[in-house]
């Protein structure tokens, strides 16, 4: 199984912030990999597919980028919205495995 | 617009069985794979199974596999997850989501299934 981990597993930040989220496999996954933001008690959202495919209605602040192992999501400047958890997901083999999260909270 | 709504979550002691229903609507329910992901307490999401568009094939992570049972009813527009021999290990919010190659976009709202004595 591919195994996904990500930093940090928690941030504090402010509004206006830039927030860099990172996402590493255990072994390459070429550009199958998205991000997802998830609010308490909600499910998870999808926001990137594919490393870098912005989904329809996600504001352009959010960004991502990389390939192979090593993956980035960033969030140019902080929104009060945006904080909650991000998760990675490979898409690459199954099992389709998520990384344990990184909680952005505020600063 | 895109609807999934999950039932039949409960509380379920250790060996128990349970089975979750999925109700979707706002789409071609028939053309498209469906998936059942969970997420424990605290955790993140985990993958549990997929089912293609006629149901002919079903894909299941390895914790779970000949223990839950993943179906569909086109006619009726439902998802279905049979979970037997359950483990408080299985304790989660269990998700319908309509797989779209490679990841979700359409969730439910989720059911929450407790195993424990």
């Known amino acids: 199984d591919i195994q996904m981990t990500q930093s940090p597993s928690s941030l504090s930040a402010s509004v206006g912030d830039r927030v860099t989220i990172t996402c590493r496999a255990s072994?390459?996954?070429?550009?199958?990999l998205n991000w997802y933001q998830q609010k308490s008690g909600k499910a998870p959202r999808l926001l990137i597919d594919?490393?870098?495919s912005l989904q329809s209605g996600v504001p352009s602040r959010f960004s991502g980028s990389g390939s192979g192992t090593d993956f980035t999501l960033t969030i140019s400047s902080l929104q009060p919205e945006d904080f909650a958890t991000y998760y990675c997901?490979?898409?690459?083999?199954?099992?389709?495995?998520f990384g344990p999260g990184t909680k952005v909270d505020v600063k | 617009e895109v609807q999934l709504v999950e039932s039949g979550g409960g509380l379920v002691q250790p060996g128990g069985s349970l089975r979750l229903s999925c109700a979707a609507s706002?789409?071609?329910?028939?053309?498209?794979?469906m998936s059942w992901v969970r997420q424990a307490p605290g955790k993140g999401p985990e993958w549990v199974a997929n089912?293609?568009?006629?149901?002919?094939?079903?894909y299941y992570v390895d914790s779970v596999k000949g223990r839950f049972t993943i179906s569909r009813d086109n006619a009726e527009n439902s998802l279905y997850l049979q979970m037997n021999s359950l483990r408080p290990e299985d304790t989660a919010v269990y998700y319908c989501?309509?797989?779209?190659?490679?990841?979700?976009?359409?969730w439910g709202q989720g059911t929450l299934v407790t195993v424990s004595s």
């Open positions: 989501a309509r797989w779209t190659t490679g990841y979700w976009i359409y």
């Open positions: 706002g789409f071609t329910f028939s053309s498209h794979w």
């Open positions: 089912i293609k568009q006629d149901g002919s094939g079903q």
């Open positions: 072994q390459t996954i070429s550009r199958f």
């Open positions: 594919t490393a870098s």
């Open positions: 997901q490979q898409s690459y083999s199954s099992p389709f495995t």
